[in-house]
């Protein structure tokens, strides 16, 4: 059974930083890309960033450029997922979705992803 399990979000204040992290587990996901998402209230949920799971080829959204970092950890114990967030705004205040897609080439549609997590809150005060 596939999890993708995030945590770390919380309040803070603007200016402020937060690391996310999204605990992967139940298959290999080396063929897949994974991603992270966010939904304000009343919005649609949005592409923020991603990355192949070997590491490389990252994408942002034009946002977040500069100021957030994803990452990945991998190993026999745990595999993670980061989303390392500097220099945060009150418009990034959402909830935030980690998420895999099969696809290998970077996607930003939501419907590409066939495994979310729960979510973690975001709040960034001003």
């Known amino acids: 059974q596939v999890q993708l399990v995030e945590s770390g979000g919380g309040l803070v204040q603007a200016g402020g930083s937060l690391r996310l992290s999204c605990a992967a587990s139940?298959?290999?996901?080396?063929?897949?890309?994974m991603g992270w998402f966010r939904q304000a209230p009343g919005k649609e949920r949005e592409f923020v960033a991603n990355?192949?799971?070997?590491?490389?080829?990252?994408?942002?959204t034009d946002s977040v450029k500069g100021r957030f970092i994803i990452s990945i950890s991998r190993n026999s114990a745990q595999n993670t997922v980061y989303l390392q967030m500097n220099s945060l705004k009150p418009e990034d205040t959402a909830v935030y979705y980690c998420?895999?897609?099969?696809?290998?080439?970077?996607?930003?549609?939501?419907?590409?992803?066939?495994?979310w997590g729960q979510g973690t809150q975001v709040t960034v005060s001003s």
């Open positions: 998420a895999a897609t099969p696809k290998l080439w970077t996607t930003f549609n939501v419907g590409d992803y066939d495994y």
């Open positions: 139940g298959r290999t996901f080396s063929n897949r890309r």
């Open positions: 990355i192949r799971w070997s590491g490389g080829s990252t994408y942002y």
